[in-house]
């Protein structure tokens, strides 16, 4: 029997750039013939999501705008052209909602660099209300026996920084710093990084954040707040005190991303994922090229990134902390965030 699906829905809306989100009840959408229909029952809260309702940007935000992009739920309707998921599946819909599947990037499976994209939560609404639309060729079909709530934060922060650590080429035994290590990118990231065999070095500010990154299993936490020479406490957190292999920018600070290439070591390779507003990416030329180093963007991933995401949480490598509210409390979850305030993720639970 095909699911009951109501004409209204609860959601979150910010109306105008700045916000606030507003909750109230909106037309529940109809899935185009490429599309599927989700039942949303978790959703994380990114901090893109923050910086979409702010605007920090240079690339238009729709408005109003539903936000949201790590919603993990049940299809309840498909379109005509709908293939590869079927009603009743559970599945995740992730930032990158669709693409053209026609163009270079699309057909060498690069799609999150797609010229035009459909971005959840962002050019299209997004998983902060009860029912959401994604494209069948780009939900991340998620096996039946994983619980919702935990596996939403996969579908941006895991998938994300899953994709950002492939991107570092570090290899196991290897040292890698992550810094905003106790956020929600972070606290993912230091669980792949394990799971790769990787040794992580914590970066972040503050006691809550250092009891989280001592629980997953980083070997050193600096805080940034404390630390009177960061770039040494880096390097001597690292094993033999050259510096990291790699380092994963996370933090939504612009400082971080001018300082990495002193605790890189020779070789080193800098991933820039974090996108503070305004910020830019700087080195000194001198070091730079006698160290050799790398640097480089990375930009959520592409469909099979998802899959193995996924499959790392399947396995139970990835036990990131998260705490559950309902979808009401989104304003102050986003009050959180902007405090820095926030160890691992928030996911919002839909009403029934
Ligand atoms: P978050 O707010 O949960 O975490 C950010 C962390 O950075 C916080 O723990 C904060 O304390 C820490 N921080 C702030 N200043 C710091 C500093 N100077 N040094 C070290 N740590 C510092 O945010 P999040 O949801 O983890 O997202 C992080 C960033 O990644 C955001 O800018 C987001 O938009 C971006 N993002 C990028 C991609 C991508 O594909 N590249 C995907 C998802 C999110
Ligand atoms: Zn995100
Ligand atoms: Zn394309």
Request: charged share 20%; glycine share 12%.
């Amino acid at each position: 029997m095909a699911p009951q699906i109501p004409e209204k829905q609860w959601a979150q809306v910010v109306e105008k750039k700045g916000g606030p989100p507003i909750y109230k009840e909106i037309p529940v959408p109809k899935p185009g013939p490429d599309e599927v229909l989700l039942k949303i029952k978790y959703s994380g809260v990114c901090h893109t999501d923050l910086h979409a309702m702010k605007g920090d940007w240079p690339l238009p935000v729709k408005m109003p705008l539903v936000g949201g992009h790590e919603g993990a739920g049940i299809v309840v309707a498909k379109g005509e052209l709908a293939s590869g998921v079927e009603i009743g599946d559970h599945a995740g819909i992730k930032w990158l909602n669709g693409s053209c599947l026609a163009c270079e990037y699309c057909k060498t499976a690069d799609e999150p660099l797609c010229a035009t994209p459909q971005l959840s939560g962002y050019t299209v609404d997004g998983t902060f209300q009860q029912y959401a639309i994604g494209k069948a060729a780009h939900v991340t079909i998620l096996p039946k026996d994983l619980p919702l709530d935990g596996i939403a934060p996969i579908l941006c922060a895991g998938l994300t920084v899953y994709k950002g650590l492939k991107e570092s080429n570090a290899r196991p035994g290897q040292t890698i710093a992550i810094v905003g290590a106790g956020g929600g990118l972070g606290a993912m990231a230091q669980q792949y990084a394990k799971a790769m065999g990787l040794r992580v070095v914590a970066i972040d500010g503050g006691d809550e954040k250092r009891d989280v990154c001592e629980k997953l299993g980083s070997e050193a936490y600096i805080d940034f707040t404390k630390s009177k020479d960061l770039v040494s406490d880096v390097k001597a957190a690292t094993p033999d005190g050259l510096g990291a292999h790699a380092v994963i920018l996370l933090a939504v600070a612009e400082k971080p991303f001018q300082q990495a290439v002193e605790y890189a070591r020779p070789r080193g390779t800098i991933v820039a994922i974090g996108m503070p507003a305004n910020a830019f990416v700087k080195a000194p030329v001198f070091e730079t090229v006698v160290k050799m180093i790398t640097i480089k963007g990375s930009y959520v991933g592409n469909r099979q990134d998802a899959a193995e995401a996924v499959d790392f949480y399947a396995r139970g490598l990835i036990k990131a902390p998260f705490k559950t509210v309902p979808l009401e409390e989104l304003p102050r979850v986003f009050e959180l965030m902007d405090q820095g305030k926030i160890a691992g993720r928030y996911v919002l639970k839909m009403p029934e």
